[in-house]
T-cell receptor
C-alpha cells in the first residue's frame, strides 16, 4: 500500500515548455486534489476532482489543466510553463465520507 | 470555511508537552477542526480532527473549547522529529472541497 505517489520528484523546465505531473493513489478514494506551495506559504488548491469523470477549479487554476484518467490517477498539465509556476506541487486524495486528505511527497518544479 | 488564527512560531523542550493553540471564532455548527503538519519539504500529514468533544489518537490530543471558538493540539511528549509546521483547518467533514491552508505554526523542538 503506497498511498499517494507522484512523478517526477523534481523537474527543471524552460519558459514555454510543457509537462505533465502524474499522481496515483491506491486507497480507492473518490476525491483527488492538486495543490501548489510557494516558499514560506501554505498550500493553495489548483484543481480538484470530486469523483471519476469530474474536475473543478480551485483557488489558483490559471495556467493549468487536469485530467482524471480513472479512479486512481489524476494528472496536472502545464501547457506553457512560466517562471511564476516555480513551486512545489502536492497531490492528495480523500475518501469522501471522512474528509481527511492524504498527501503525496511532492514534485519540485523549477521554471527558468 | 471559517478562518483560523495561529501563532507564527513556538518552541518546546524535547520530552515536554507541546500545546499549539488555534482560534476559529467564526466556526459554524457543521464544521470540524482538523490538524495537519508538514515536516520540512514533505507532504502534509493528517494528525487529528474533532467536532466538539475532545479527541485523542496515537499522535496527539485535541481539546476544543465548549463554545468551539478555539482549540489546542497537544503533543504529549515532543521529540525532535515533531519539529514541523502545524496547520489548524476548519471545514465540514463531508464533501470534496479542498483544504484552506494558512501559514500555520512553526513548532521547534529544542534538545
Amino acid at each position: 500500500n503506497a498511498g499517494v505517489t507522484q512523478t517526477p520528484k523534481f523537474q527543471v523546465l524552460k519558459t514555454g515548455q510543457s509537462m505533465t505531473l502524474q499522481c496515483a493513489q491506491d486507497m480507492n478514494h473518490n476525491s483527488m486534489y492538486w495543490y501548489r506551495q510557494d516558499p514560506g506559504m501554505g498550500l493553495r488548491l489548483i484543481y480538484y476532482s470530486a469523483s471519476e469523470g469530474t474536475t473543478d477549479k480551485g483557488e489558483v487554476p490559471n495556467g493549468y489543466n487536469v485530467s482524471r484518467l480513472n479512479k486512481r490517477e489524476f494528472s496536472l498539465r502545464l501547457e506553457s510553463a512560466a517562471p511564476s509556476q516555480t513551486s512545489v506541487y502536492f497531490c492528495a486524495s480523500s475518501g469522501q465520507r471522512e474528509g481527511t486528505q492524504y498527501f503525496g511527497p511532492g514534485t519540485r518544479l523549477l521554471v527558468l | 470555511d471559517a478562518k483560523t488564527t495561529q501563532p507564527t512560531s513556538m518552541d518546546c523542550a524535547e520530552g515536554r508537552a507541546a500545546n499549539l493553540p488555534c482560534n476559529h471564532s467564526t466556526i459554524s455548527g457543521n464544521e470540524y477542526v482538523y490538524w495537519y503538519r508538514q515536516i520540512h519539504s514533505q507532504g502534509p500529514q493528517y494528525i487529528i480532527h474533532g467536532l466538539k468533544n475532545n479527541e485523542t489518537n496515537e499522535m496527539a490530543s485535541l481539546i476544543i473549547t465548549e463554545d468551539r471558538k478555539s482549540s489546542t493540539l497537544i503533543l504529549p511528549h515532543a521529540t525532535l522529529r515533531d519539529t514541523a509546521v502545524y496547520y489548524c483547518i476548519v471545514r465540514s467533514q463531508g464533501g470534496a472541497d479542498g483544504l484552506t491552508f494558512g501559514k500555520g505554526t512553526h513548532l521547534i523542538i529544542q534538545p
